[in-house]
């Protein structure tokens, strides 16, 4: 595989990386899929209920059906992290872990990441109280009080899931109402009796010695908690498309209505867009899209 050339290289593997490599696939174009999270922080998600024909699924069973459905078109998928990007003349050059892929067209679907609360000890108690991922951790507080901080859609279905197993969640928000969460979560988690919500607060102190114990909010009460999980947001993985020059808005790829950047031959996807609406309905069709023009080029190209 080292320094093989391609017509085109995803980078990233959540939902608008993976339905880039679908459209692409059935246009035959000669695709490497490279991503170190198959899923992107949609497998966080512990139930996805809007998602067209599906009820409901859990988050980690769709970035299974992804990646088989990958699999199955016979896309390469590489699990391994992109450490730059260069433009080498006619084509790109890929580096990755110091071997070199060249593609002729680039979509970045690099997606996002969770946003840290900034708080002293946050780094200290990671793993050990602190979490970003209810889906993957909610298991280990079994029958004791924890906390959720944020207000969206994220921090509101995390609550409901951790209450599964948790004797007590407290639900802590900066604002004074819920705004930006989908009303059918807020009455969820209003009927939920083993949450509480605790609104205009913020953590402010971590206490504990080698586990969290309990956190302080800033009207200086002290809750007892063994665990934080913080869905406060999340910040765009535009860090490669900084370095190659790329447009960018509050730290999100500028795009035009085809998907393509400022930079000829290169398109972006998904969260990592400055696209109005972060859902996975609205990834996956973006990289459609970005997929359909990639090829279009590549046609015009070679006539």
Known sequence: MKDKKY????????PAGM????YAARYK???????????????EAHEIWNLISYKKIRGFELAIKLKEQVENLGVEILTKKV???????NFFKIIVENENYYSKKIILATGSEKRKLGVKDEKKFLGKGISYCATCDATFFKDKTISVIGGS??????ALLLSDFAIKVYLIYRKNKFFRAEPAWVDAVEKNKKIRTIFNANVVELIGKNFLEKIKINNGTVIESSGLFIEIGSTPNSGLARKLGIELENDFIITDKKQKTNIKGIFAAGDV???????????????????????????????
């Open 153 to 158: 859609d994220a921090a509101l279905t995390a």
């Open 273 to 303: 867009t400055n696209n109005a609406l972060k859902q996975i309905i609205t990834a996956a069709a973006e990289g459609a899209i970005a997929a359909t023009q990639a090829y279009e080029e590549i046609k015009t190209e070679e006539k």
């Open 83 to 89: 450490s730059s990007i260069k433009k080498n003349k």
């Open 29 to 43: 174009l000669e695709t490497l899929l490279i991503g170190d999270i198959h899923g992107g922080m949609a497998a």
């Open 19 to 22: 339905s880039a490599a679908v």
């Open 7 to 14: 017509d085109l290289i995803i980078v990233g593997t959540g």
